[in-house]
């Protein structure tokens, strides 16, 4: 994975230092609560509920064993022993203290890592799939461009005062693990015709309070112009993005008011224009880049076989391991979603396991992934077993993958400032629920999003079902909905009809999983059988 | 429409330029593509830079107003005037504050006049701060990719 040199290091430091003067001229009075602000949040650090919450980047979610053990320690030194991952690939911590957090912040440096951008009207962390390096199905690693995306928008002096925040994601195959057309730009490396490598973009997706898909908006950007291209973008979004109203200020409302074909010619004149300003890093910057994603040295001649002969251990394989590219290995995925559990959540104890199993059994790399999940990328089946043992030990075994009980969620009025609903609760009494009834493994894939308000970090509009949490008239309140999708078949969620309270949205979930296991037709998930019979059915059991 | 809205030389507070302090009234972009004697101009965030753009020849100075700090509308102005190669001063006014002054020079902007009066101190700090850029603009700095290879 990629390492720091002099220069990258040299700039985490120099942010902690400037984030530690601005601090000091705040404590100090000499700047307002209004002028903080936008710095703090640019450094990661929102003012929630209860306390100050840090948001740590986690560049396309990739981490080492050394970063995954200093996240465990800073949840340690810092927090309450325990950190949250998220479903942009970072992790969060909820009980910071302002006058902590610039050592919070040297802390992280000195494991190459940062809160840099985080938060705030500015291009954020990176995101990408979770089996990048690993994936059969990918045409190249997409890490390498996110890397060099990330140098090119830390710190970039005209895009620091957007609108509103942007995302990025880089995903580099078909199959799509990161939601990428519910970014503000999402990249999708592809090869042309002539077969050469290129990126296609798609601009103006998102969630929120107005989903969005994002539409195509160039087919093919080569290699050498991808930083140019990118500055296009955000340059016409800079100048035209709404700033009078900030639900209306994301690049999505803009695409979709100026309409595609509109913005995408606007794009291309400043691409014209900037091309002749000679900001594009050479290819060379890239090979340099890419020689820290080279493939770990896979063993030959391993055994492709583990003994499934202990029934939890093999439902456990066939839930959460992925085929990997190269044959004896495989990416397994560590549940963060235990029955009953915090989704996301991992102690201080567990991320030091992870860390350790990283180490042990997948060339020192671990994964976050946008389901608020740990990927271990690069596992020998024959080791599976023993692996596995660990994990149940550590309470980490949970074998439900992309089934009903790893629910995405949003730490929602728990934590949340913004938050209408309690997120958490719900998951709970949801995982729970199927854990009782039985019914989560014979579901199979179910993606279930939970969202405490319509800010939608719990991606509720991406669910084949998904909850918003409302507020009606002082009580909290659930609305349905069915048939949303983040991957390549991307669909937004639609509602069912009138919400729900706490219990009801549980029994509400069962009954709309019941419809699917009546009508569902050979080999459907529920998403399919939803599309095939659509929401008549379900209305009718949900409102009965 | 009010014109003779410029800031005066004694209200920069920081210069990069050899040059003489400007000192000409600056009007709105719609007097100055009105007028064929102005030399100064202000651009406020909702104008098009581009239209000034035939004029460059005639103008000494730009005033880019931040009526707040968090439209960012001003960064763009400034680098797209430099990069069609206007070479006059570009003046930041309005709501300047310690934490722009350093990516404000970085997108072309050589003169500061805040509404209020910085801490020189702590402006003088945030100037020097970054020793190196991972971009490129116009600013004439060399980024770290630039660096790296040579």
Redesign the interface.
């Known amino acids: 994975m990629y390492k720091y ?1 002099n ?2 290091q ?2 985490v430091d ?1 942010r902690v ?2 984030f530690r ?2 601090t000091r ?1 705040r404590l100090e009075g ?2 307002t609560e209004d ?1 903080f602000k ?2 703090r949040l640019q450094n990661g650090l929102y003012l929630q509920l209860h306390a100050y919450m840090l948001r740590v980047a986690v560049p396309y979610g990739t981490l080492n064993s050394t970063q995954m053990h200093a996240l465990a320690d800073i949840a340690d030194k810092y927090d309450r022993g325990y950190g949250h991952f998220t479903t942009r690939q970072n992790i969060q911590y909820n009980w910071i203290k302002l006058e902590e957090a610039p050592d919070l912040l040297a802390d992280l440096a000195k494991v190459e890592m940062h809160a840099i951008q985080t938060s705030g ?1 500015c291009i954020r962390n990176i995101s990408s799939d979770q089996y990048a390096g690993a994936a059969a199905d990918e045409l190249v690693d997409p890490r390498p461009y996110a890397e060099l995306l990330r ?2 928008s ?10 509103r925040k942007f995302k990025i994601c880089v995903i580099a195959s078909d199959t799509d693990r990161a939601a990428m057309r519910l970014h503000d730009i999402g990249i999708q490396i592809v090869k042309n015709d002539a077969g050469e490598i290129g990126c296609a973009f798609y601009v103006g997706g998102g969630m929120g309070r107005t989903p969005m898909i994002a539409p195509l908006i160039r087919e093919f950007v080569p290699l050498d112009q991808l930083i140019t291209y990118s500055e296009a973008c955000l ?1 016409v979004y ?2 035209y993005g709404r ?1 009078d109203n900030k639900y209306k200020a994301r690049i999505k409302i803009l695409v979709h008011e100026m309409g595609k074909d509109e913005y995408a010619r606007q794009v291309e004149e400043e691409f014209a ?2 091309l002749e ?3 594009e ?2 290819l ?2 890239l090979e ?1 880049i890419k020689t820290y994603f080279q493939d770990p040295e896979f063993k030959t001649g391993l055994t492709d076989k583990a003994d499934r002969s202990d029934e939890n251990f093999a439902r456990w394989v066939d839930s959460n391991c992925m085929p990997h590219k190269t044959p004896g290995y495989v990416a397994v995925t560590i549940s963060l979603k235990p029955v009953g559990g915090i989704p996301g959540d991992a102690s201080t104890e567990q991320m030091h396991v992870m860390a350790d199993l990283a180490k042990e059994y997948s060339f020192d790399e671990c994964r976050v992934t946008h389901a608020q999940n740990i990927v271990l990328p690069h596992v020998e089946i024959g080791r599976l077993n023993e692996l596995y043992g660990k994990l149940a030990e550590a309470g980490l075994a949970t074998a439900n993958i992309d089934h009903i009980g790893d629910i995405i969620a949003c730490p929602g009025l728990d934590y949340c400032s913004l938050a209408n609903a309690r997120s958490i609760p719900v998951a709970q009494k949801i995982s729970q629920r199927f854990a009782e009834n039985g019914k989560g493994e014979t579901l199979g894939q179910l993606k279930l999003k939970i969202s405490g308000c319509i800010n939608a970090c719990g991606h509720h509009h991406a669910g084949h079902i998904g909850i918003l949490g409302v507020d009606k008239k002082g009580t909290e309140n659930y609305q349905l909905l069915l048939g949303g999708s983040e991957a390549e078949d991307t669909s937004l969620a639609k509602i069912t009809g009138p919400g729900f309270d706490e219990a009801g949205i549980v029994d509400a979930v069962e009954k709309a999983a019941d419809v699917y296991l009546a009508q569902r037709e050979d080999g459907e998930r529920f998403l399919d059988t939803y599309r095939r019979i659509g929401m008549d059915p379900f209305k009718e059991a949900l409102y009965a | 429409m009010p014109d003779n809205l410029g800031t005066s030389p004694n209200e920069v507070q920081f210069r990069f330029r050899e040059d003489e302090v400007v000192d000409h009234p600056a009007v709105t972009v719609d007097s100055f593509l009105d007028q064929s004697n102005a030399a100064a101009v202000r651009i406020e ?1 909702g104008d098009d830079t581009r239209e000034l753009l035939p004029h460059l020849g005639r103008i000494k100075l730009v005033e880019v107003n931040f009526p707040g ?5 001003g ?2 102005a400034a ?1 797209v005037l430099r ?1 069609a190669g206007y070479e006059g001063e570009i003046r930041a006014v309005g709501e300047v ?3 722009q002054l ?3 020079r ?2 072309g902007f050589d003169a500061f006049a805040p509404a209020d009066m910085l ?1 020189e101190t ?1 402006a003088e ?1 945030a100037f020097g ?10 600013d004439g700095r060399a ?7 040579g």
Not at chain 1, 154 to 163: C, K, N, R
Not at chain 2, 69 to 73: A, K, P, V
Not at chain 2, 129 to 138: F, G, I, M, S
């Open positions: 040199d220069y990258d040299e700039m120099t230092a400037e003067d601005q001229r000499k700047m002028q936008p710095l009207n140098q090119w830390s710190f970039h002096p005209e895009f620091l005062h957007l609108p340059r800079n100048r700033r224009h900037l300003q000679g900001i890093p050479p060379a910057e340099r | 965030p700090f968090m439209d960012g509308r960064y763009s680098r990069e504050l310690i934490d350093a990516i404000m970085r997108c801490d702590d700090r701060l970054w020793d190196n850029v991972y971009q490129k603009t116009t980024p770290i990719w630039q660096k790296r290879h």
